[in-house]
């Protein structure tokens, strides 16, 4: 079974500063990764993604997120925060053998004040 | 530039009642999947369609019903609603085809936002 635990339901952070948003996972295999960010009463919006290769993957929006294996990690950052970056952020795993099948995070609410 | 629609955007409904909400994608992609968005707990699959013809149970379908009509609409039942089935309800599609796409992002709806009394 696939799994992603967000482990922080909030960050809050003041604008400029940097953002962190955590993400581990469980996958049989090597994963496909994925971050999305909702804002109020819209569908998820692709960020990124990591698949292969170099373990830092860049993204929308100034985002970018640290594949690490050893620590079955897929962190979300931004080095400068923006009030506008304010929302929900999703975590997604589907593992190599799953095509089909995305697991999701709880989701991590990030506010960011000016 | 559409990308996936779904009708309709909110709805009420009695205990009881029936109500088939619909999906439609103009990004000519194979796969679709209805997903249930609850506080704290993410987003869990109800069910998916693969390919046009084909449909499987995710994690959450007892209560519900799909069907492929086509390759654009992938349509999700409720046949009696339980107040259990309150929720935000999204529908997605992902390009690519047959088993090679896994690395291609899911494109979401605005979803439905269904509450049952």
């Known amino acids: 079974a696939q799994s992603v635990a967000q482990p922080e339901d909030q960050v809050n952070v003041a604008e400029g500063n940097p953002l962190t948003v955590k993400c581990t996972y469980s996958v049989s295999g090597n994963p496909y990764l994925f971050w999305y960010v909702q804002y109020p009463n819209r569908g998820l919006q692709f960020l990124l993604k990591y698949i292969t290769g170099d373990n830092l993957v860049k993204g929308s929006y100034g985002f970018e997120a640290e594949f690490n294996k050893s620590q079955t990690s897929f962190h979300l950052k931004k080095p400068s925060a923006l009030v506008s970056d304010s929302a929900l952020y999703f975590c997604a795993v589907r593992g190599l053998n799953n095509d089909y099948k995305l697991s999701f995070g709880a989701g991590t609410t990030v506010t960011v004040r000016a | 530039n559409a990308g996936v629609t779904q009708t309709p955007k909110f709805q009420v409904l009695k205990t009881g009642q029936s109500m088939t909400l619909q999906c439609a994608q103009d990004?000519?992609?194979?796969?679709m999947y209805w997903y249930r968005q609850d506080p704290g707990m993410g987003l869990r699959l109800i069910y998916y369609?693969?390919?046009?013809?084909?449909?499987d149970k995710g994690e959450v379908p007892n209560g519900y019903n799909v069907s492929r009509l086509n390759k654009r609409e992938f349509s999700l039942r409720l046949e009696s609603a339980a107040p259990s089935q309150t929720s935000v309800y999204f529908c997605a599609s992902t390009g690519g085809g047959g088993t090679g796409m896994g690395n291609q992002p899911q494109h979401f709806g605005d979803g439905t936002r269904l509450s049952i009394l």
């Open positions: 990004m000519n992609h194979n796969s």
């Open positions: 369609s693969a390919s046009e013809g084909t449909t």
